[in-house]
């Protein structure tokens, strides 16, 4: 079975593989340039496989999907780094949940993040780790007015030099 991942990708992303260039109106980058040293860096995670804890939060809204599949859930979790792997669920229709259920550390690699702070390659992480649905609506619309300002807000709060995204 041949899957086609990169047909999930946020349309800001899709010209960068596909050698089309930028959408209309989409001409700027997504991202900004890291000044500041890794060493001296306070980071984050971000992961879009739907992760949640079983206990305490809800599922990311997989009926909502269901009933419209060009929809994807636009809230987040927050995952605390100190998250035993075995109190974490998976709520996302387009990935093996089994995978990720078995070692969490493939879609939020927390424990990874940890040992690159004791080996001194990164400053320090945050407390508390993001999770998201990555599976949006194509416009983006509650990630633009909601989703994104409130995970900013939160990122800032924890004073996170950076986020590394760790998609399913």
């Known amino acids: 079975m041949q899957v086609d991942s990169y047909r999930f990708l946020p349309r800001s992303f899709r010209p ?16 900004t340039p890291f000044a500041k040293r890794l060493a001296d860096s306070r980071i984050a995670l ?3 496989a739907g992760i949640h804890l079983k206990a305490g939060q ?3 809204d997989l009926d909502g999907e269901r009933a419209r599949p060009e929809w994807g859930d636009p809230t987040w979790r927050i995952i605390a780094a100190s998250t035993e792997p ?5 709520a996302h229709l387009h990935i093996n949940e089994d995978d990720l259920l078995a070692d969490p550390e493939i879609a939020l690699p ?18 508390e780790h993001l999770a998201v649905m990555g599976y949006q609506d194509r416009g983006l619309d509650d990630w633009r007015r909601t989703t994104a300002p409130a995970i900013l ?5 924890q004073e996170a030099d950076g986020l590394v995204l760790a998609p399913a």
């Open 16 to 31: 960068l593989y596909e050698g089309r260039g930028a959408f209309p109106g989409e001409s700027e980058p997504v991202w």
């Open 46 to 48: 971000l992961t879009s």
């Open 58 to 60: 809800p599922a990311f």
């Open 86 to 90: 075995d109190a974490i669920g998976v």
């Open 110 to 127: 927390m424990r990874g993040l940890d040992q690159l702070v004791a080996d001194a390659v990164v400053g320090s992480a945050v407390g």
């Open 153 to 157: 807000e939160h990122l800032r709060a």
